[in-house]
């Protein structure tokens, strides 16, 4: 294919000849209104939004399914495209609840953006007149459907029957009673159903787990990488923090990464963020009382004193890589052995052709490429120092120190030290394809846990 | 008048749906001189003839044959469309019933055209009487060695299957027709970027009105001079007009194209209905701009002459409305029908049908003001052209037409 000029209102550009406008439009932030058009779904052409004047052309046409062409010159600005694109989007409210003030959509809503930009007339229609359809439709798999705050722009439909090939989601009736539905009996069921949430431009699906907990706009949205297996997932975290109170994680959104994860998610991996709020470990624990960090810590040297002969230091593979090349360090300072057994990350069940890997551990790739040792030693050991490795129990310990995110059953540990998780930690993981990827900190709490290197720097008898 | 039957010739005949009435008056001796001409010839003769296609668009036939290959790299389709749905339209309905073998003769000559090996038949749910008519036409054929392995003792192969349709309108568009075929919902397609066949499970595939392809024996037989000593210049042929509403004789009378529309409705229907004044007609389907009498009055039944008119001939379906008719009414009628079958797919047409019908339903309930009819006309616009078939502009085209003809009777409605 070969490289065209065109001309979009009065600026040239240049663009693969054949490819689609809206693509380009999209690319160079020329603002097309559009719902149904998407990266990952292709055109569909039935929202009638992203309507472009074309010259030589008597309609305006729809920019997603436009070819580019030499020489083409197009406007997507001007009065009689606006008022096209007004009268079509005044056809999208007709039948529309305007219920934002309880919508969930509210802030990240299409409709909303686009009658802002677009809209802003007065209303022909009276509230009676409108085409009313069920207002809370449980589609299954936390899928919330509104049939009246639907656009019918079929994203949704075409995402479970071009992407997952599930094919659950379908459009009934004609007209302006068409609705999405599912099979009279069948639930949408499959899992990455939660996609057709983010997919939604409207309120019409929203999240059962985020409804009515967040207004978006309070949201501040944090690049992450999905902890869920090795497959890496890029995600945003949506967190907020209230007045006075914690930073708290509200949901995962996907982001997309052509190179891992495209545009979508499992729902496994989105639903995650709520195994970082719950049961955590915040305080520290000596023969399981509570106690301060100074006591902590002259515990932990006398510990060290005493059984230094045989110490083994397990690190979880979920580490970020610059964490387990400080804990690989701080072991070889000791003289301990360290090990990560990867045998309890392996899941076969959870594992699919798409975007769940069978190895849950989200940095395995950093443990093969630091040669960290992956069998389980036979022999007992004096002391253990474990960060936050699931296998931990199965050592043989006469002591044993645990760095753990979460909190475990009473009694199995001499000294116990809460550790962030990776949220409220920064560093980089190495996806099964190899592939580098960093995760800025997103969460900042009142009272912040330490990390592994935090961890690391008060046992050695420094400061955080 | 001149008297013209190619379509209609044996429509009288007692029986005619029976394979031994139709081959007594000459059924499927087309076919056996079709065989003796190349698939190209074929085409050719049916370029020549001007033959237009009969379901409402009119688009030369010959030209959309030639779009298909004839490289047999993929196989091909026929599909022929009998989801006659359009308000006031009910002659290929007679075509099934009356000559079955017509039909099927048609559709050898054409799959032997264009080198396909299985023809379908796409009838509205409907039509489930005139379907088993059909039906026993083709198992008739088969019986007889007309249609198999073996057509007429050739070494080609035809297969011709029914596909009943569940009752929608819009399936009367070709690619939503072909949609539903594949069995999903019956929604148009993108239009293509180039001139292209239809796409029947990615396969190219023609797809024709049932009289078009009911046409082609008789070109065959007296080629395309003989098609073309009637109707007009552009507009060859005859076809088979319907005439419904407040006329004497309302029914299907072949015509040929070019014929004076007041002479077809005096001399086939007899008249408006008890002697009254004409007041509208509607040409060629509901979907067809609305004539007042005194543009009826200068009116000629073909392609070109509707087109000046600011009209259309469409499937050549009249609706006749004599003085007494409310139009307002009428257009709710309409309006009513295109609301009921408008797909939803395309957003102008999904809600715009709706709230026109809507709109004008406040009018006839006497809560609308002249503002509503203003409204109206400003959504007429919001659905022409907007959308990917032709669906929502010819609601607009209709919603036009009745106010801008009859404007006087919707303002009666708003300030009584």
Known sequence: MSQVDIVI???????????????????????????????????????????????????????????????????????????????????????????????????????????????????????????????????????????????????????????????????????????????????????????????????????????????????????????????????????????????????????????????????????SYKELQENRQFELLLNNEVCQEEEALKAYGELLDKHHEEILVLADANLYTEELEVIQAYAESLGAKLCCPMASYEDDAFADVWLKSSQRAANAGAVEKLGIATELPEKKVSLLISFNHPDREKVRADRVVSLQTHAAEEGTCDLVLPLAVFSESTGSLINEEGIVQFCPKAIQHNEPVPTVIEWITLLQGGER | MKECKIVSRKFDIDKSHTLAVAKEHGAYNAVLSAFELSSEAIIDIIRESGLRGKGGGGAPAGTKWALMPQDELQPSYLVVNCDESEPGTFKDRQIISKDPHLLIEGIIITCYAIKAHDAYIYIRGEYYQFQKILQQAIDEAYAEGILGEQVMGQDYRLDITIHRGAGAYICGEKSALLESMEGKRGHPRLKPKQKEPEWYFGNPTLVNNVETIASVPYILKYGAEGYRSFGTDQSPGTMLFAMSGHVEKPGVYEAEYGTSMMDYINHYGGGIHGGKRLKAVIPGGASTAVLTAEEAAGANLDYEAMRVMGSALGTGGMIVMDEDTDMVEALKNLLEFYHHESCGQCTPCREGTGWSDTLLGKVLEGRGTSEDIDKLLELADTMDGKTICVFAPAVAIVIRSFIRKFRNEFEAKVTQ
């Open chain 1, 9 to 271: 209102d009065g600026m040239t550009f240049t663009a693969e000849k054949g490819s689609l406008l809206i693509d380009l439009l999209i690319k160079h932030d020329l603002k097309v209104p559009y719902f149904c058009y998407h990266e990952a779904l292709g055109a569909d052409g039935n929202c009638r939004m992203c309507m472009v004047e074309i010259e030589g052309q008597k309609r305006p046409q729809i920019a997603c399914d436009t070819l580019v062409k030499e020489k083409m010159i197009v406007r997507t600005k001007g009065k009689n495209i606006e008022s096209v694109r007004q009268n079509i989007l005044e056809l999208e409210l007709i039948n529309h609840p305007v219920d934002c003030p309880v919508c969930d959509q509210a802030g990240e809503c299409k409709l909303q953006d686009f009658y802002m930009d677009y809209g802003l007339y007065d209303s022909h229609i009276d509230q009676s007149d409108k085409v009313h359809h069920r207002k809370h439709v449980d589609l299954g798999s936390n899928v919330m459907l509104d049939q009246e705050r639907c656009v019918l722009c079929a994203r949704c439909t075409r995402f479970t029957s071009n992407i997952t090939k599930t094919n659950e989601l379908g459009i009934i009736g004609r007209g302006d009673h068409a609705r999405v539905s599912t099979m009279p009996g069948k639930k949408l069921d499959n899992p990455y159903a939660m996609n057709v949430v983010d997919l939604c431009p409207v309120g019409a699906l929203t999240s059962k787990d985020f409804r009515f907990k967040q207004r978006v706009w309070f949201l501040t949205s944090t690049p992450s990488i999905c902890h869920g297996c090795a497959k890496g997932c890029n995600i945003f975290i949506d967190h907020n923090r209230e007045k006075y109170k914690d930073d708290r994680i509200y949901r995962f959104r996907p982001r997309e990464n052509q190179e891992v994860n495209g545009y979508f998610i499992c729902d496994a991996g989105r639903l």
